[in-house]
């Protein structure tokens, strides 16, 4: 087969690198054909495509943009609100201790009133419990001197106001002799 070609190469009229011309008017028709069927039906096809898919990143890339432009604007929401948070709880942390205070202040001196009131009533108590100890004491002491004043002076004392007499007189001289004995 070489050498075919060798030969019909040296006659001069055929190119073997180059078809015949008909095979090139009927590749060149094909061809033809195949483009505009490939230029009308695909090439449409997959620019629609592209654009969709150019559109749909587009899109996508505008709502990652909004997104994230919400999602910064709900950060500083979230930080102000807590920023607000922290202040309220501080006010109430402070009113809570002013309250705290006054109410200890409040049962400090309510305390200080009852143990002032306690005070005075077991004053009053014993100030009482004295007077009724002395009277008590004053009738035993008298009843007893009368007895003794009687076995002494060998009669009987039965005299209401001969007996106060002398008993309030011996409870007075008591009370002398007493007073004497503290001074010294």
Known sequence: MLSAVLAAAEEGDLNPLLPADYDIIWSAVCFAIILFFFWKKFLPALTKTLDARAEAIEGGIKKAEIAQAEAATALEQYKTQLAEGRAEAAKIREQARLEGTA????????ATVEAARITANAQATIEAER??????????????????????????LTDDKKSSALVDQFLADLEASEKAKAKK
């Open 103 to 110: 109410i200890v202040n409040e049962l400090k001196e309510q």
């Open 131 to 156: 007077q009724a100890a002395l009277v008590s004491l004053r009738s035993e002491v008298g009843s007893m001197a009368i007895d003794l004043a009687s076995g002494v002076i060998g009669q009987s």
